[in-house]
């Protein structure tokens, strides 16, 4: 049974930083994209950052020049450096893998971060 196990979070004050980190436990072949979602109350869940086993990295618009996502190759993990934190940037964050053509999915639990002086 593979999870993605999330930490960091939290509470953080406009300007601030944040570190989200998340690894796979279980057994996953051959996955082709990492990232991390989000979903502000009342919205739809939106991609943050995404990076593809080869490298290639997908930043939202909103986020660009604020967030670095980075993937750990000795494992099957990822990060998520937000700086320049601003309310809106509130919300549930969830961290995601998938396979090649879609040939699995999986979703971590979420873990909350609040952006608020």
């Known amino acids: 049974q593979v999870q993605l196990v999330e930490s960091g979070g939290g509470l953080a004050q406009p300007g601030g930083s944040m570190r989200l980190s998340c690894s796979a436990s279980?057994?996953?072949?051959?996955?082709?994209?990492m990232g991390w979602y989000r979903q502000a109350p009342g919205k739809q869940r939106e991609l943050v950052a995404s990076?593809?086993?080869?490298?290639?990295?997908n930043y939202a618009d909103s986020v660009k020049g604020r967030v670095t996502i980075s993937k750990e190759n000795a494992k099957i993990a990822v990060n998520l450096q937000m700086n320049s934190l601003i309310p809106e940037d509130t919300g549930v964050y969830f961290c995601?893998?998938?396979?090649?053509?879609?040939?699995?999915?999986?979703w971590g639990q979420g873990t909350q971060i609040t952006v608020s002086s």
């Open positions: 279980g057994s996953i072949r051959d996955w082709y994209l």
């Open positions: 995601n893998v998938r396979g090649f053509s879609h040939s699995f999915e999986y």
């Open positions: 990076i593809t086993t080869y490298g290639t990295i």
